[in-house]
C-alpha cells in the first residue's frame, strides 16, 4: 500500500489485473452530511452509493463511506487491485496509525475490511490517490458537484430545524 498524488490520471487497468477505483467525497449542508461514492471498473462506472448522516462531521462521513466503498468493491468477482480516490487523505493516514485517537473505531473497522481483502489473495493490492478539489479532475469533480447539489428531504419536517 502508498499514496501518490493524482495528476489528471485516467484509468489505464492492464489486461491482466482486474482493477476497481472509487472516487469519493463528502459534503456538509445544513448539518447534513452527504457522501457519495463511484465505484468505477475499466472506465465504466459500476456502483454509485449515497450516503448521509445528520450531525456527523465530515470525517466520520468519509470514513464510513470509505468503509462502504471497500466492502462493496472488493466482493466484485475477481477483484484484485482497489484504488480509493479521495481529497481527505489525511483522514486516510490515520487507518494505519497505531496511535490512539478519536476516530480510532472507525478506522479499525476498515482495517478488518482491507484484512478480508487481503486474505481473499495475498496478492491483492490496494492503493489511495490524493485529489484535492482544486484540481478540478473530472470524475472527482463529478461526485464533489453531486455532494454540493443533493438535498435531504426530511421525512418528518416537524422535526427538521
Known amino acids: 500500500m502508498y499514496l501518490c498524488k493524482l495528476n ?6 492492464s489486461d491482466d489485473l482486474k482493477a476497481t477505483f472509487i472516487v469519493l467525497d463528502t459534503s456538509i449542508k445544513n448539518n447534513v452530511a452527504t457522501s457519495i461514492a463511484h465505484i468505477h471498473i475499466y472506465n465504466s ?12 462531521i465530515s470525517i466520520k462521513a468519509e470514513l464510513f463511506t470509505i468503509r462502504c466503498s471497500l466492502n462493496q ?9 482497489i484504488v480509493i480516490i479521495t ?4 483522514i486516510v493516514k490515520k487507518i494505519f496509525n497505531l496511535s490512539i485517537y478519536s476516530y480510532q ?14 486474505k481473499r489473495k495475498s496478492h491483492n493490492s490496494l492503493e489511495f490517490w490524493d485529489c484535492p478539489s482544486q484540481d478540478k479532475w473530472l ?3 463529478i461526485v464533489n458537484k453531486e455532494t454540493k ?3 435531504l428531504s426530511p421525512i418528518f419536517s416537524c422535526k427538521s430545524l
Open 8 to 13: 489528471k490520471i485516467v484509468f489505464n487497468a
Open 45 to 56: 462506472p459500476i456502483i454509485k452509493t449515497i450516503y448521509y448522516a445528520i450531525n456527523i
Open 73 to 81: 468493491a472488493s466482493c466484485l468477482a475477481n477483484i484484485k487491485c
Open 87 to 90: 481529497n481527505f487523505i489525511h
Open 105 to 118: 473505531i472507525r478506522t479499525l473497522a476498515i482495517s478488518k475490511e482491507i484484512r478480508e481483502f487481503f
Open 139 to 141: 470524475l472527482h469533480n
Open 149 to 151: 447539489k443533493f438535498n
